[in-house]
């Protein structure tokens, strides 16, 4: 990771994300599936607003990720779809 992204990766915004739906596997990335998904982002002060895209999920997580989940996210500043889930913080 490069300086640019570790101060991006800095200025995200705590939030969580409610699975609403989990697709098909797309393929995978280094052996982590990616799945298409949509998700209801919750952040504080602001209202829910859906968001569907595709995530790399990590072989060990797959179980996490399904319709109901709520999982605990980072959203960037400079784009709000762009999102890291913290896959070790259960909520």
Excluded: F, K
Aim: charged residues 25%; aromatic residues 2%.
């Amino acid at each position: 990771m490069d300086r640019n992204q570790q101060h991006e990766r800095q200025r995200r915004q705590p939030a969580t994300a409610l699975v609403v739906s989990v697709g098909e596997r797309q393929g995978t990335i280094g052996g982590d599936p990616t799945v298409a998904v949509d998700l209801i982002i919750r952040r504080a002060g602001l209202p829910d607003r859906p968001l569907a895209t595709s995530l790399q999920v990590p072989v060990g997580r797959t179980d996490v990720l399904v319709a109901g989940a709520e999982l605990s996210v980072g959203l960037s500043d400079a784009d709000p779809t762009i999102l890291d889930i913290d896959w070790g913080t259960p909520l």
